[in-house]
């Protein structure tokens, strides 16, 4: 089946960097866009950022500058690799895409910044 496995997150101070994945089966992971999101406690669920099956990224203010999204298709992964890290960049992080118009995602992982 479908699956979407997120790891790499953790415990950092800010300034630090972490390099997420998400482990992707179950589809032909080459096709398809992917994307990061984030989810604060309290606040909803906001894209981080996009990359095409064809390799063109996109970013959102979150991420301008600071984090890069890229993918691995030999190997079905998504990166998200994030530096300089905030306080306000603690939320659990998921990947997601677009199946058949059903929305994917997998478990998240947790990233927690303190100063």
């Known amino acids: 089946q479908v699956q979407l496995v997120e790891s790499g997150g953790g415990s950092v101070q800010t300034g630090d960097s972490l390099k997420l994945s998400c482990a992707a089966s179950?589809?032909?992971?080459?096709?398809?866009?992917m994307g990061w999101f984030r989810q604060a406690p309290g606040k909803q669920r906001e894209l981080v950022a996009r990359i095409t099956s064809g390799g063109t990224t996109d970013y959102t203010d979150i991420a301008k500058g600071r984090f890069t999204i890229s993918r691995d298709n030999a190997k079905n992964t998504l990166y998200l690799q994030m530096n300089s890290l905030k306080i306000e960049d603690a939320a659990v992080y998921y990947c997601?895409?677009?199946?058949?118009?059903?929305?994917?995602r997998g478990q998240g992982t947790q990233v927690s910044v303190s100063s």
């Open positions: 997601g895409t677009k199946i058949g118009g059903a929305t994917i």
């Open positions: 179950g589809f032909t992971f080459s096709t398809y866009a």
